[in-house]
């Protein structure tokens, strides 16, 4: 069954640019506000409001899954970087410890420097990878090389619409659909 909560709506703006993910209960104050320049996409929600006295009609506001608010954003165009967060690297990272590359729970990640802050290495998307807590106390202060524990996989820093991806469990199809149409060409191979 289907939880009207886990309902994200894709907010644009009017300029068709993405910005972020947004609760339907922000969506719903856009459309209430009249702030809604476009919309694509099948309806997703139907929320219910009040019954008006002057015309006995019950309200109804039909959510589509991408709204783009009227006006521009304020940021800068462009594509804009996730900021490196543990639970946007694990994601990243599909909860994959990249040196043993068992599977696992936030709880049992954490964020390990390929080149460790000690030798000079920086905390960046570019050479942060999940690991889990017994390879990263192996590897310790050391290089893969060194530790003789060769990553599986190269890090490297999520687009903006890879990270949007990553971050939403409940993605429908016309979302991902356009997200896609909006990914990177030069993404890395799968």
């Known amino acids: 069954m289907y ?19 947004i609760s339907w209960q922000d969506a719903v104050c856009l459309y209430v506000r009249e702030a809604v320049a476009w919309t ?4 997703c929600l139907t929320i219910r409001g009040g019954i008006s006295r002057a015309s006995g009609q ?3 506001i ?9 006006g521009q954003s304020r940021s800068s165009p462009g594509n804009p970087s996730p900021a490196l967060t543990n639970p946007a690297l694990f ?20 964020r390990d420097h390929v080149v460790p802050l000690s030798r000079e290495g920086h905390d960046r998307w570019e050479n942060v990878v999940s690991a889990c807590v017994p390879c ?10 060194q530790a ?6 190269v890090p490297y820093r999520p687009s ?18 356009f997200l896609v149409s909006h990914l990177p060409r030069n993404r890395r191979p799968a």
Not at 40 to 43: D, I, P, R, Y
Not at 136 to 145: F, H, L, S
Not at 148 to 153: D, I, T, V
Request: proline residues 3%; glycine residues 8%.
């Open 3 to 21: 939880e009207v909560n886990a309902t994200r709506v894709l907010s644009l703006d009017a300029t068709g640019r993405i910005l972020d993910w």
């Open 40 to 43: 694509l996409g099948e309806t």
């Open 58 to 60: 019950r309200s109804l």
């Open 62 to 70: 039909h959510l589509h899954p991408i709204v783009a608010s009227r």
């Open 91 to 110: 994601a990243r990272d599909r909860q994959l410890c990249l040196y043993c590359g068992e599977r696992f729970s936030r709880g049992g990640l954490t």
């Open 136 to 145: 990263n106390a192996r590897k310790g202060a050391r290089t893969p090389g």
């Open 148 to 153: 003789g524990m060769p990553l599986l996989a």
């Open 160 to 177: 903006w619409v890879e990270h949007l991806i990553l971050s939403n469990r409940h993605i429908l199809a016309d979302q991902m659909e």
